[in-house]
T-cell receptor, first 120, second 116 residues
Framework: DTGVSQDPRHKITKRGQNVTFRCDPI?????LYWYRQTLGQGPEFLTY????????KSRLLSDRFSAERPKGSFSTLEIQRTEQGDSAMYLC??????????????????FGEGSWLTVV | QQPVQSPQAVILREGEDAVINCSSS?????VHWYRQKHGEAPVFLMI?????EQKGHEKISASFNEKKQQSSLYLTASQLSYSGTYFC?????????????????FGKGTLLTVNP
């Protein structure tokens, strides 16, 4: 257990429905990342937050995807009008970084257990 | 910006050694190594910063050659528990300050199978 928790762990939904995933990072971490991973591939970057600010969003993220991190604590990733191609594991990760990302000892990026999405 | 990993797959017998390579076309700020078991999340192994740093964790170690923009993961005297997919994640250097671009970009992974 890395301390990063995700909910739900598994979700099966019908095409066209909306789904929301939640991530609770390690409490003192100021950076939070969302990744998507499909079978046989490495995690693909989706977006990341510095506290409550969303600093970058991948072009992979269509307008149907939205992420928030209110108050710089937990984060949600919502997928609207789901499609079968959205089926994947959605991973959340967190770390501490300041000042343009300079690394400090121990600032590992830790991943949660992931949320599996199956769109039928 | 995706790093390239090689080999794609390797099969070992318990006790044998393996090397997994990770290379980038961009100057690297750091390299992170993870191992992932089927159906589970990636588990952090180690991180290497620019500057020729080498790290070790039991019988797993890694090196980082920033000039060649590559890193290698060394697994010695492999154990059955080492089986899984190994990913390198890279942060690239941006701007004149030498800082990170803040995000990890992962390679496609190397599937390691250790047999008895």
């Amino acid at each position: 257990d890395t301390g990063v928790s995700q909910d739900p762990r598994h979700k099966i939904t019908k095409r066209g429905q909306n789904v929301t995933f939640r991530c609770d990072p390690i409490s003192e971490h100021n950076r939070l990342y969302w990744y998507r991973q499909t079978l046989g591939q490495g995690p693909e970057f989706l977006t990341y937050f510095q506290n409550e600010a969303q600093l970058e969003k991948s072009r992979l993220l269509s307008d149907r995807f939205s992420a928030e991190r209110p108050k710089g604590s937990f984060s949600t990733l919502e997928i609207q009008r789901t499609e079968q191609g959205d089926s994947a594991m959605y991973l959340c990760a967190s770390t501490n970084r300041w000042d343009r990302g300079f690394f400090r000892d121990g600032n590992t990026i830790y991943f949660g257990e992931g949320s599996w999405l199956t769109v039928v | 910006q995706q790093p390239v990993q090689s080999p794609q797959a390797v099969i070992l017998r318990e006790g044998e050694d393996a090397v997994i390579n990770c290379s980038s076309s961009k100057a690297l700020y750091s390299v992170h190594w993870y191992r992932q078991k089927h159906g589970e999340a990636p588990v952090f192994l180690m991180i290497l910063l620019k500057g020729g740093e080498q790290k070790g964790h039991e019988k797993i170690s890694a090196s980082f050659n920033e000039k060649k923009q590559q890193s290698s993961l060394y697994l010695t005297a492999s154990q059955l528990s080492y089986s899984g997919t190994y990913f390198c994640g890279t942060e690239i250097i941006v701007g004149n300050s030498g800082g990170s671009n803040y995000k990890l970009t992962f390679g496609k992974g190397t599937l390691l199978t250790v047999n008895p």
